[in-house]
């Protein structure tokens, strides 16, 4: 759904910039916070790449996870979802702090020849 | 296409303007000038720095960020003319749209509220708004699954809301997509109606967390039906701690003072931040339920 309005943004960003090079390897931040889903976008990707420098391009998703603190306990809690819970039990979290990137790193484009 | 949910390139959002008939694609919908302008940068093809520095691009562009802008954008029109936006944000049937009329009809005085709903298909829902009196227009996504800060820039531009009015922006009906586009609102409201179930906040996280208020709406339908309020509410805790929730029944009236008396607060807090560019200060002015 929203993951293939994503997809075509990542192309738009990256086609601009590749100019007239191939586009081999796209490398994308996602917030494991975010409500985008990396398989869906892996779907909407290879849809949204077709007919466009990007075809064929390997989608590179690096996991952010979002960073808490227990308000219980006061541990660190790394956050996978955001259902997390403390190593003590609790639920009662601090809002977390990252875990929403969307964010295109970079990209690997051939030589030009 | 897309197979999964089937959104395609081919339809373009269309604006509507019941008041005169006219459809525009949100394309076209705002004169020159008025809408946004693609981003600046994207100077030098990455190929000839990839040529001559090897060939990884670095780019450290958030995907969002074109939409971001222009929400932040749409925000700060919003904000030197006193206006408050709300972006509505329900599953679909959940009672947005019979919410919204009832606050429509209620209102005895101003401030005035204008309207953008926001559908897949039809024009239903803004004759509907339309039929309380309120100008209201219509963007219909296609195939779209969310509003964005683009579709809002045009519609704010067709509505022309007057300074310190209330928008009220109906997103299209959908527990998932509407959390990830920032419009350029004040707050988001979930609404949840008790029919959904109780879980709902743990199984749609991402809009709850994005809220500012929860409305549980229906409540006259409690008694025949299998739902937790406190449970509920705890859930939606959970996922955001500071958010706020009324429980109230938009067809019977329960509750709907808690709405606006919440409504006003906000309104409030926008009045007590605007600082007009130009023309007259905008007023408070309470919104107060119609006696009888």
Redesign the interface.
């Given at each position: 759904?929203?993951e293939?309005?994503?997809a075509r943004?990542?192309v738009e960003?990256?086609a601009?910039?590749?100019?007239?090079?191939r586009v081999?390897r796209v490398t994308?931040e996602v917030g494991t916070?975010?409500?985008?889903m990396p398989e869906?976008l892996r779907?909407?990707y290879e849809?949204a790449t077709r007919a466009t420098p990007l075809e064929g391009s390997e989608l590179e998703i690096l996991a952010c996870p979002g960073r808490s603190r227990c308000r219980r306990c006061g541990r660190e809690v790394t956050m996978f979802?955001?259902?997390a819970a403390c190593e003590c039990g609790s639920?009662?979290l601090d809002?977390p702090s990252g875990g929403d990137e969307?964010?295109?790193?970079?990209?690997?484009?051939?030589?030009?020849s | 296409?897309?197979?999964?949910?089937g959104?395609s390139d081919g339809a373009l959002p269309r604006l509507t303007d019941p008041a005169t008939g006219e459809i525009l694609t949100l394309d076209t919908a705002a004169p020159p000038g008025a809408r946004a302008t693609p981003p600046d940068g994207?100077s030098d093809?990455?190929?000839?720095v990839?040529?001559a520095h090897g060939?990884?691009?670095?780019?450290?562009?958030?995907?969002?960020a074109?939409n971001d802008r222009l929400a932040e954008r749409n925000r700060a029109w919003l904000a030197a003319r006193g206006i408050l936006a709300l972006n509505l944000v329900s599953s679909p049937g959940a009672g947005k749209t019979t919410l919204l009329e009832r606050t429509l009809r209620n209102r005895t005085d101003p401030p005035s509220i204008g309207v953008i709903e926001g559908d897949q298909e039809t024009q239903f829902d803004v004759e509907r708004i339309r039929a309380t009196g309120c100008r209201a227009v219509q963007i219909n996504t296609g195939t779209g699954?969310?509003l964005?800060a683009d579709m809002i820039a045009g519609a704010l531009d067709r509505l022309a809301p007057p300074p310190g009015s209330l928008v009220m922006i109906e997103n299209v009906g959908?527990l998932?997509?509407p959390?990830?586009?920032d419009l350029g609102e004040a707050a988001k409201v979930a609404i949840l109606s008790v029919t959904e179930g109780t879980d709902k906040p743990?199984k749609y996280?991402?809009?709850f967390?994005s809220a500012r208020l929860m409305i549980l709406n229906k409540i006259d339908l409690l008694p025949h039906v299998d739902f937790d309020v406190t449970a509920c509410i705890a859930f939606a805790r959970?996922?955001n701690?500071?958010i706020e929730v009324i429980p109230l029944s938009a067809t019977r009236g329960e509750g709907l003072d808690d709405w606006y008396a919440w409504l006003n607060r906000q309104r409030d807090d926008i009045a007590g931040g605007h600082r007009p560019d130009r023309g007259e200060p905008s007023v408070a002015r309470p919104l107060r339920p119609r006696a009888g």
């Open positions: 759904m929203h293939l309005t994503v943004r990542i960003v990256c601009e910039r590749a100019g007239e090079a081999r994308l916070l975010t409500c985008v869906a779907f909407c849809v979802d955001l259902l639920v009662d809002p969307l964010r295109i790193r970079s990209m690997e484009i051939e030589e030009m | 296409m897309c197979t999964t949910c959104c994207a093809p990455a190929a000839a990839a040529g060939t990884t691009v670095p780019l450290e562009q958030a995907v969002l074109e699954c969310h964005d959908n998932v997509c959390a990830l586009f743990l996280p991402h809009l967390r959970r996922v701690p500071d």
